[in-house]
């Protein structure tokens, strides 16, 4: 099976340059895809939106990796089943809480998945959680408490969607740690498009609605090809950067969504949101850069023991 990883490392790029600009182009990707998922219609369920996703991405990559040899082939089959499944379900509660809530409320609500992603490797590698690793952790649980305005119209269920989509995603982000051993980024991508494919299908069959002029074709379009493009271009700069560095940058998502939705799309800017989002977004910098240092550690103790 081909790497595409691996084949494209022989392209000798300046890893100071290329790691930001292909996190920083993925980030605004995905910001894109979040627009476009927010500008569809009411009658498009989210059942809608995740199958032209999956099914789109799955097209796509079939289309241009598939050609050699059985695409689904990779290591640990049952671990990519399950991450396929944990992801396309973070996918759906994500787009859940966009469609229910403000744009940018969503997405600061989302991406207090890095602090999730510390707890479960904790429970499932038994990393260790020091003093300051908890402190951000209960300042990213601080700010999604602030946001959260506990009311019993659409804003509650949307906020513990969000909420649900970050903890997924966390978990989804601790499997890929393991998964990443063994398989590329274009398998793991394809199975969560297959797995995310398997549980919208059926819903989707019952009532499905198609696209009923060329603005929602565009849209469709542009969700498809924009998370397929935002998800290689990510795994790409892992490859130039540093897990943290890589998740700093991408956290910029929530910068570009919010100032997206800000500016164009009439989101509410209340004190929850400056502070809650202020809160989540700095502790997940600190928390990004100590899980850093860590990793430094263990890396210098490796080489001052090898004989």
Not at 57 to 82: E, H, K, Q
Not at 201 to 224: K, N, R, T
Not at 280 to 286: T, W
Request: charged letters at 10%; a positive charge.
């Amino acid at each position: 099976m081909i790497n595409p990883v691996r084949s494209a490392a022989r392209v000798h790029l300046d890893a100071g340059l290329a790691g930001p600009l292909f996190m920083l182009a993925a980030a605004l990707l995905y910001t894109v895809l979040n627009v476009f998922v927010k500008l569809l219609g009411p009658e498009y369920r989210v059942w809608d939106v995740g199958f032209y996703r999956f099914l789109g991405g799955a097209l796509v990559l079939l289309t241009i990796f598939g050609r050699r040899g059985n695409p689904y082939r990779g290591y640990n089959t049952r671990l990519l089943i399950i991450r396929g499944c944990t992801g396309s379900a973070a996918f759906i509660a994500l787009v859940t809480g966009i469609r229910l809530l403000p744009l940018s409320t969503a997405l600061v609500i989302f991406y207090s998945f890095p602090a999730f992603a510390a707890l479960f490797s904790y429970f499932l590698y038994g990393e260790k959680i020091g003093l300051f690793e908890s402190a951000c952790i209960l300042a990213v649980l601080a700010g999604v408490a602030v946001l959260f305005d506990f009311q019993l119209s659409g804003g509650l269920f949307g906020q513990a969607m969000a909420l649900t989509g970050g903890a997924l995603a966390g978990l989804t982000v601790t499997l890929i740690r393991t998964l990443r051993e063994h398989n590329g980024p274009v398998i793991i991508y394809l199975y969560l498009c297959t797995m995310g494919l398997v549980v919208v299908l059926p819903p989707f069959a019952m009532q499905p609605v198609w696209p009923a002029s060329s603005w929602e074709w565009g849209l469709v379009l542009g969700i498809v090809f924009s998370s397929v493009t935002a998800q290689l271009l990510m795994n790409q700069g892992f490859f130039y950067c540093r897990g943290w560095e890589g998740g700093v940058f991408m956290s910029s998502e929530v910068i570009f969504t919010a100032l997206v939705g800000i500016l164009f799309l009439d989101d509410p800017t209340t004190w929850r949101f400056w502070t809650g989002g202020g809160l989540i977004f700095g502790s997940v910098v600190v928390l990004n850069r100590l899980k850093a240092n860590q990793e430094g550690s263990r890396s210098r103790d490796s080489h001052q023991s090898r004989p």
